[in-house]
């Protein structure tokens, strides 16, 4: 079966994460990452935003309020990645995570992009990420992409924060 690729143009617009605690998943990605709160949706939901956008981000306990996080290696959702403009919006970004006291459970760069990992209050994976200018992502002889995991030097980032 051949299948038509999508536009281009096509971007993931929200998303939307069942929290056990509205509040403490609120201060993690308003107070500590940035995010504005553009809206509560009675007791149960919040809509978060940059820049004023209705929304980026969704959370809700409407199933989960009070539940523990999702079991490790079962299917569902790795992580969610959050697009900086730049480095040093990067390595402002990873100063707000240090300072909050969380934990860094990784930092890669893959070629394309340099990127932090860590997790929400609630167990869900965040990748906080950085893109590279496609002319320079690393390409094999067959001009492929080429992405690489190496180690991402977290002090130069961090001496590069806004």
């Known amino acids: 079966m051949t299948s038509t690729p999508i536009h281009p143009d096509t971007r993931i617009g929200h998303v939307h994460l069942k929290v056990s ?7 993690f990605y308003a107070n500590v990452l940035g995010f504005e709160v553009q809206q509560r949706y009675g007791p149960g939901a919040a809509f978060l935003s940059a820049g004023g956008y209705h929304h980026h981000l969704g959370l809700n306990t409407w199933d989960s ?8 290696g079962h299917p569902g959702l790795y992580h969610t990645a959050f697009l900086y403009p730049d480095r040093a919006q990067l390595g402002d970004a990873l100063r707000r995570v240090l300072a909050a006291g969380i934990a ?23 990748e906080l990420y ?17 992405m690489v995991n190496e180690p991402l030097d977290l002090e130069a980032l961090l001496a590069e924060a806004a």
């Open 21 to 27: 605690d509205l509040d403490r998943a609120i201060a």
């Open 104 to 126: 860094i459970e990784g930092g890669a760069d893959h070629g394309v992009s340099e990127a932090i990992y860590i997790s929400d209050p609630d167990g869900n994976g965040v």
């Open 65 to 72: 309020r009070g539940a523990g996080p999702a079991p490790k």
């Open 130 to 146: 950085r893109d590279r200018p496609k002319a320079e992502w690393p390409r094999d002889a067959n001009g492929q992409l080429a």
